[in-house]
């Protein structure tokens, strides 16, 4: 069989990886790639998924979630109930009135069992950037910290950053006495996270 027939054989089974093709040499590995042989979508794509698949439960946890509830009051505990005391976001997301984030965590946690946690910067999203957590599907969730329309206008570098450095994510891995932590460590998170940025971000199935 002349190679222009073996050529044309490869050609006729398009959705196949076939490589025992001997003779074929740099034509056979142009028309494998054409098929979509050893493509990134094989191996990139489950990677990503399966990295914000890791990253998600943390998100969706109480010591996140809490602080990004789906209407303007804060939520609590384990169970994720409304916060007592009738607090609410305000503009700015630290408190209404006199009922400020402030008035009760303190630069820090706050000895005691189920006293309340603390840092220095204590707050909820604003209320014209929500960033909403609470009922968010992974694939809502993941194109919600995509849109800098609706992530506070942020960079994936600069959310990145976030979930890397900052001390109010940090706390929620020591959220003081009685309460949980989530499900995988800090470092498992960021690195999860990162792996699904630098992956292209691709949006969940």
Not at 106 to 124: C, F
Not at 165 to 184: A, M, N, Q, S, Y
Request: aromatic content about 6%; charged content about 20%.
């Amino acid at each position: 069989m002349s190679v222009l027939g073996s050529v044309s054989k490869v050609v006729q089974r398009p959705k196949s990886c076939v490589t025992n093709y001997p003779g074929l040499g740099t034509a056979l590995v142009l028309l494998a790639a054409a098929a979509g042989c050893g493509s990134n979508e094989s191996t990139g794509r489950p990677r990503a998924d399966s990295a914000f698949a890791r990253a998600y439960p943390v998100f969706m946890h109480p010591r996140c979630m809490n602080c990004h509830p789906a209407g303007d009051a804060p939520l609590q505990g384990e169970r994720s109930l409304v916060h007592a005391q009738n607090v609410q976001r305000g503009p700015d997301g630290k408190g209404l009135f006199a009922m400020k984030c402030a008035a009760c965590h303190q630069s820090e946690n706050v000895a005691g069992l189920y006293m309340p946690p603390g840092n220095p910067n204590w707050h909820l999203p604003p209320a014209d950037m929500p960033m909403v957590f609470e009922g968010k599907s992974a694939r809502e969730l993941a194109l919600q910290l995509k849109d800098p329309k609706r992530n506070g206008g942020k960079t994936l570098a600069e959310i990145l950053r976030h979930v890397e450095e900052d001390g109010l994510v940090k706390g929620c891995w020591t959220p003081g006495d009685g309460r949980f932590k989530p499900p995988i460590s800090h470092a498992d998170f960021a690195k999860s996270f990162r792996e699904w940025v630098e992956s292209g971000a691709p949006d969940p199935e």
